[in-house]
């Protein structure tokens, strides 16, 4: 079974802390992705990265950046974070190939106060 | 205009009902279309694939592709209380040279016993 873990299930931060949100896959898989999930919105892709240390900006990468030094592991850093990064953060991976099929963690619902 | 349009509900239906979900979108270049499942407090589940115009059956879901009309359905017969979920349609694309997803905003569907 694919297991994609991250790091918190919630967390409250304050406007202008740096956030960390870690994920981590266990199948080696080349792609992982980072959304966010807002009502009425829908996923939107922050950012994805096809190999180590490799990264693409997604629809809406504004206020964020990553980091993958390791295969397994994509981190999300909200440099200051603000009220309008509150939502929930859903990571997934996918293998390289003619895979179409995202496996997605758990989520993080963040709010920032 | 949003590239994926969803129909938002809610949905509500008594158990046994057939239950209609439905996304339109406008992207010629969308290749695989998809439709995950998302529990509350979960992370989204692929609950079915396909990449052709026609219907693919999976037990009590089939998935309807119709690229002309550029629609897609997903029909759940015998509705029974599990299948209570936030219903997400997911359309595949090439972007670079990497495969995206573009999600629809999501249906949320209680069937009640």
């Known amino acids: 079974d694919v297991k994609v873990t991250q790091s918190s299930r919630y967390l409250v931060k304050r406007t202008g802390e740096k956030v960390f949100l870690e994920c981590v896959q266990d199948?080696?898989?080349?792609?992982m992705f980072w959304y966010r999930q807002d009502p009425g919105l829908g996923l939107r892709l922050i950012y994805f990265?096809?190999?180590?240390?490799?990264?693409e900006k997604g629809d809406i990468p504004e206020g964020y950046s990553v980091s993958r030094e390791k295969k397994e592991r994509f981190s999300l850093i909200l440099e200051s974070a603000s009220t309008n990064q509150t939502s929930m953060y859903l990571c997934?991976?996918?293998?390289?190939?003619?895979?179409?099929?995202?496996?997605f963690g758990p989520g993080t619902r963040l709010l920032v106060l | 205009q949003k590239e994926v349009e969803q129909d938002p509900g809610p949905l509500s239906v008594p158990e046994g009902a057939i239950v209609s979900l439905n996304c339109t979108y406008s992207?010629?270049?969308?290749?695989?279309f998809m439709w995950y499942r998302q529990y509350s407090r979960k992370g989204p589940e692929l609950l079915m694939y396909?990449?052709?115009?026609g219907n693919k059956e999976d037990g009590r879901f089939t998935a309807q592709v119709d690229k002309s009309s550029k629609y897609i359905s997903l029909f759940i017969r015998d509705s029974q209380p599990s299948d209570s979920a936030t219903y997400l349609c997911?359309?595949?694309?090439?972007?670079?040279?990497?495969?995206?997803?573009?999600f629809g905003s999501g249906t949320q569907l209680t069937v009640l016993p």
């Open positions: 396909t990449y052709s115009s």
């Open positions: 997934a991976s996918r293998p390289s190939g003619r895979s179409e099929t995202q496996y």
């Open positions: 997911a359309m595949s694309y090439l972007s670079g040279s990497a495969r995206q997803l573009t």
């Open positions: 990265s096809y190999d180590v240390k490799m990264k």
């Open positions: 199948m080696d898989h080349e792609n």
């Open positions: 992207n010629s270049a969308f290749q695989y």
